[in-house]
């Protein structure tokens, strides 16, 4: 594999996953990853540009950003990119009405959305939310539809939280997508949309970005079929066989957030 | 469309599905559908051999003959083939020891099969019992198995009860295979061992049979996989879009089992 200054030459942004390259969430809120506070601290000192892309769908952005200053982080919420405000959009441009299988911190970001007589499905990581009556709540919303319309908030196979590895939404998706004979559109990470919307926001062209994420799939291959870097910490959900993923390989693997910040640092050029 | 009797021409066998063709589920066990008790009654004197072929998941085979007399079916336990069994057969083969995400009502079909230490994860139509706790159990089971298997007892999108539409296991395998980048196993219908044990139970070639059921999928093209007629009644299930589906096309659509019972009769040659 070619040197890191070569691979990270001419980086001028970066996009930073949250969940398992910031955080572990789990009780109490969460923990953050070691050495990840100062990480992101070096580097919105350093000259290149930083904004957070994330699937999170469990809490608002608000909410979420709360969090995670309480963890130590330093950030707003106009610097995070977020698939719920961004269905949102989707749906006003639509004139579309969803019935929400989301989680309750959720439901703030959609309380300008008007949710009578739903023509769609919202889903999101509801986690316990997840209960049979509010799957089949949603399948049955679908299946009363002459052209059933679902909508997910990412499709992430799971995360990782101090308990261990949890199902995320894209399985209950799939579920939905199955029982239903649709596909659902996907709005996040990997959905070619939700990078261009964040590389916008960050002001750098694809080629000048670099992604740091924790997800193989959503956020690495995401972005590189999107003209992007990306680099796979390995922390949060990664496993070792990661680093053999027959459709996928990140262009760098590294520890953990502070040791992508430390190569950035060194061989990209502000 | 051929004449009815060119079309059941030859046959001398009837397998019979259970759930939305003699009956539908729902609040008190259920109710039979209108005709279906007498139509069994009347195929069995017919000198047809019957046999009964369900993905029934919920119950164990006991209590759903117990029930099915209930609502008025002479039928024993010997007549019907169900997945439950079935499924035992094959973890004792193999030397599995299952993790169990099955209704209440199953487990005592499991109670000689080993489940400490588990090396595999069975999946049933656990209904309500698809919580997102026990969803995720069955999930990190399977992540912490070098090579994970996922037996699923049927692979139906849904059922209908007196309720509405009900999703079935097939939604709840699609999540877990997702989740996990695996493909379950399927026992029952629309798996062709699972037809032909219950043709040589049966007793008849395939030519010489028809399967009978609501599912134009597990059914249907289940049966007419191995060699089988089928018809498609018009209750349980069944959707009037069944009628188009891009992939089966039915020997016939009747009614309901009554019909199907007066033209196996009139045109069968027994």
Redesign the interface.
Known sequence: MAAWRERLAGVRGVLLDISGVLYDGGEGGGTPIAGSVEAVARLKRSGLKVRFCTNESQKSRRELVQLLRRLGFHLSEGEVTAPAPAACQLLRARGLRPHLLVHDGLRSEFHQVDTSNPNCVVIAD????????N??KA??VL?ELETPVLISLGKG??YKEAA?????V???T????????IEAEVVGKPSPEFFKSALQELGVDAHQAVMIGDDIVGDVGGAQRCGMRALQVRTGKFRPSDENHPEVRADGYVANLAEAVDLLLQHAQP
């Open positions: 509801a986690a316990e939310g997840f209960s049979f009556q799957m089949n399948f049955q299946m196979r799971y261990g590895l949890m199902l995320d894209g399985a209950y799939k579920a939905l997508e199955y029982a239903c004979g």
